[in-house]
């Protein structure tokens, strides 16, 4: 069984140095910092930053109930581009669906954790560097510190159920962080880039030889309840992803449903409250395979 690790707290001097950091860094930093900021506080999701293996990670929480379930949202890839040929200097999310996505969870035990490099100043990441939101963005020492950060979080309510769920590539990140757990009750994505091998072949784009691909482990999680929800209109992960993830897992705990008018970059927290409702499950009288969410 995984052990946890505890992340590290960051002290105040230096969060408060990092906020100087990022109000000198430029329009672009702080502008999607203040957006990231404008979606949590409403929520009573507040920033921490979390020290976990070789990243120091920007988390958003609010846990109120030790004796609750704690759920942990998982950021896709951000700004990893640029344009098709040149990346990004920066992969911080202009929009943060998967921020978006926790804020509109009305549970007491919520955490948000951005990916390595975003939203954190790259003055406290002396590991990070454009591999980890290009090529490397699934490497084993990534999912190891977000894996970190997890049982960080984790540690906070010890015995309850943990519940994963993430956005694109922070689907992929979801998947491959159960697969070294034994304390997964169940995953949600949200237009889950559950076939990185797959999808990058799709767009014609590099392969990722460093990172691991998500598909690879449905067997290996195939008896936690899953559901993962792609827009029909999504041309970037199209529902077809979902789909060969559900085949290859061949499981009745793992489901797919497919959001008609929904793209890639959707306001999918708006919709989130709703398809909260529906709880992952292994019930034979839940379809096995793709579904129309209504």
């Known amino acids: ?39 949590a506080a409403p929520a009573g999701l507040k920033r921490e930053p979390v020290a976990a293996g070789p990243f120091v990670l920007t988390a ?11 759920t942990v949202y998982i950021e896709g ?14 992969p911080t999310p202009r929009t943060a669906i998967g921020l978006a996505l926790a804020a509109a969870d009305p549970a007491a035990n919520v955490v948000y954790l951005a990916r390595p490099c975003q939203f954190t100043p790259m003055e406290w990441n002396p590991a990070c560097g454009v591999p980890y939101w290009t090529g490397k963005r699934l490497a084993p020492e990534v999912i190891t510190s977000m894996n970190e950060a997890v049982s960080h979080f984790v540690a906070q309510v010890p015995g309850q159920r943990i519940h994963l769920a993430g956005y694109s590539g922070g689907g992929a990140v979801a998947i491959l962080i159960a697969a070294r757990r034994h304390d997964v009750a169940s995953i949600r994505t949200v237009a889950g880039n559950l076939d990185s091998e797959f999808v990058n072949q799709l767009h014609h784009v590099s392969p990722m030889p460093e990172s691991g691909n998500p598909f690879n482990f449905a067997r290996q999680v195939a008896t936690i309840p899953q559901m993962h929800y792609s827009g029909a209109d999504d041309k970037v992960v199209p529902p077809e992803v979902a789909r060969r993830f559900v085949l290859a897992a061949d499981s009745r705990c793992v489901h797919t449903r497919t959001v008609p008018g929904m ?32």
């Not at 958003?60 to 704690?70: C, E, G, H, K, S």
């Not at 890839?77 to 920066?90: I, K, T």
């Open 263 to 294: 793209t890639h970059n959707s306001d999918w927290g708006q919709l989130w409250p709703a398809l909260l409702a529906t709880m992952p499950g292994c019930t034979a009288d839940q379809e096995k395979g793709s579904r129309e969410a209504r």
């Open 60 to 70: 958003f929480v609010r846990i109120t109930r030790a004796d609750q379930p704690l």
């Open 1 to 39: 069984m995984h052990e946890p690790v505890s992340g590290r707290l960051w002290p105040a001097a230096l969060i408060l140095a990092g906020a100087l950091v990022l109000l000198s860094g430029g329009c672009a930093e702080l502008d999607r910092n203040t957006h990231a900021e404008a979606l």
């Open 77 to 90: 890839d951000g700004l990893a581009w640029v344009s098709r040929r040149e990346p990004s200097a920066d």
